[in-house]
């Protein structure tokens, strides 16, 4: 009686070796976070700087030179001042560089909506992303040196932190939400107005 032929057996795969798998909510995401990126900083240093743009990159401009920095409410800060500032030691003065901060939080701002994934759903999230991404209102101010965005980033980064704080339990993400909320007071005093809302949210 003849044996049965061995059955080929696939060779084992070696060492090291990793299975890429695509998820298609990640590849959409990172996609809009490139449209995001290309549609912020591209030609940021085209336009005429506005008047409050002049303002907030000439006392920066100051601060790096190392007059100082001094608190004026018509001026709000310090946290703009301070962070074209540290731009400027890294890649030189420029218009570009003055409007780099914002354009960069602009695509922070857009990246939030990551944090509401499981709030959302996965298509909320990406719509939520897109309409973020291609917003004139939001795509304006994301290449406009001034409070707008950094005030927008803040508060939505404090929002999205702690809404994980409340699904995950776990205090990272409160320490995070605090760090932002805190952040958000050293940009603006509509912080404040803010504070009322979240507040009044546990309240109520």
């Keep these: 009686m003849s044996r ?3 059955v080929e057996q696939s060779p084992a795969p070696e060492k090291g070796y990793v299975t890429i798998r695509l998820d298609w909510f990640r590849v959409v995401f990172a996609a809009i976070l490139a449209f995001t ?3 912020r900083f591209y030609g940021l240093s085209l336009k005429p700087f506005h008047h ?3 303002l907030y990159a000439t006392y920066s401009w100051y601060l790096f030179e190392g007059r100082g920095y001094k608190y004026d409410p018509m001026m709000h800060g310090p946290f703009m001042f301070y962070l074209d500032a540290l731009l400027f030691t890294l890649f030189g003065v420029g218009d570009f560089v003055a409007r780099m901060g914002a354009a960069l939080f602009g695509v922070g701002l857009v990246w939030c909506a990551w944090l509401f994934r499981k709030e959302l759903g996965k298509a909320g999230a ?8 291609v917003s004139p209102t939001f795509m304006y101010f994301s290449r406009f040196f001034r409070e ?4 927008a980033f803040w508060a939505l980064l404090s929002v999205g932190l702690f809404v994980n704080r409340l699904r995950a339990g776990s205090r990272g993400w409160l320490y995070g939400a605090s760090a932002a909320f805190s952040l958000m007071f050293c940009v603006k005093e509509n912080s404040y107005m803010f504070l009322a809302i979240f507040v009044s949210f546990w309240a109520f």
């Excluded at 990406?126 to 973020?132: D, G, R, V």
Aim: glycine share 0%; proline share 10%.
């Design 126 to 133: 990406l719509s939520a992303a897109a309409l973020f991404a």
């Design 4 to 6: 049965p032929a061995p």
């Design 52 to 54: 409050d743009e002049s």
């Design 37 to 39: 990126v290309v549609t």
């Design 148 to 151: 707008d965005v950094f005030v």
